[in-house]
């Protein structure tokens, strides 16, 4: 007896094709690269908040690009540094992507462009820094959304594959963290 048919109808057995991975940014239509980008986050080192339309019709818009560049800042070294565009992409990808399975949340900033001096002062605090942290060079962000699990979160910045992802877990209120840069494509866990 032939083991693939079922009994009743005969019809060969055949395996469900596993849903798409709902984090597959290839997957996304072209119209969700090509709206227009306002990235709201919060800062909470600052209790700074923004919603800032950053990109249109293909150009970013300076005046915000700006202020992002401010709300991203060193907060404890008090300095600006240009942030990678491609980073703002990530972030923005990111929220824009939760929103449509109704978590309209804004990014949470923990940290992104650190001095050398500061990045150093957390090394010594015990803090995971890396030497060489991409932070410093503007082209990483520590970031969570609320009300999202880590996990989920760092593995929708990771089908972006622009760059590293690092999954920071921590028991309570608040959670952990995912480090998102525009470096290499690795993932690590801290």
């Not at 984090?23 to 709206?35: I, P, T, Y």
């Not at 070294?77 to 824009?96: F, M, R, S, V, Y």
Request: with cysteine; charged share 25%.
């Amino acid at each position: 007896m032939d083991r693939s048919l079922t009994s009743q109808s005969r019809q060969p057995i055949t395996e469900l094709e596993p849903p798409p991975d709902i984090f597959d940014a290839q997957a996304l239509d072209l119209e969700f690269w090509l709206k227009p980008r306002t990235l709201e986050v919060v800062r909470p080192a600052s209790n700074e908040k923004a919603k800032l339309l950053y990109w249109k019709d293909g150009e970013v818009i300076d005046s915000a690009y700006q202020e992002l560049c401010h709300l991203l800042r060193d907060v404890n070294g008090k300095k600006t540094a240009p942030i990678d565009p491609k980073l703002l992409e990530t972030l923005w990808g990111t929220q824009a992507f939760v929103a449509r399975y109704g978590i309209e949340q804004p990014l949470e900033i923990l940290s992104g462009y650190r001095t050398a001096e500061s990045n150093g002062k957390l090394r010594e605090a015990g803090v995971p820094a890396a030497r060489q942290s991409l932070h410093i060079s503007g082209r990483a962000a520590d970031i969570r959304v609320a009300n999202l699990n880590a996990e989920v979160l760092g593995s929708l910045v990771r089908s972006f594959k622009q760059g590293g992802v690092g999954f920071y877990y921590r028991s309570g209120p608040r959670g952990g963290w995912i480090h998102a840069d525009t470096g290499l494509q690795r993932t690590w866990k801290g």
